[in-house]
């Protein structure tokens, strides 16, 4: 299935575009294809050990990933990963 992803104008600049597409079977799938399509978002997202950094949300659709039973959640045609980073500042 051809998933969307989108991400925030503040990573553009690391991936080129705001929104691109991958190929995928399943949401952890989608994630996976997101980081092959674009390596340079893993730094940006996930630290060091692999878990999705505090400030950083995951949606597939309108579902947070983190709160998912299970990223082996199986993916529709049209469906979506939006990431959305938290800017905080004063």
């Not at 299935?1 to 989108?6: A, D, G, P, Q, W």
């Not at 950083?56 to 939006?82: C, H, K, M, Q």
């Amino acid at each position: 299935m051809i998933v969307t992803v989108r991400v925030p104008k503040l990573l553009v600049p690391v991936t080129g575009t705001g929104v691109f597409e991958v190929e995928a079977a399943t949401v952890t799938e989608a994630l996976e294809r997101m980081l092959d399509a674009q390596p340079g978002l893993r730094v940006h997202l996930y630290d060091e050990t692999g878990a999705i950094r505090p400030h950083v949300r995951i949606f597939y659709n309108d579902d947070d990933v983190r709160w998912l039973t299970s990223t082996d959640t199986p993916v529709a045609e049209g469906d979506s990963i939006t990431v959305v980073q938290a800017v905080s500042g004063g």
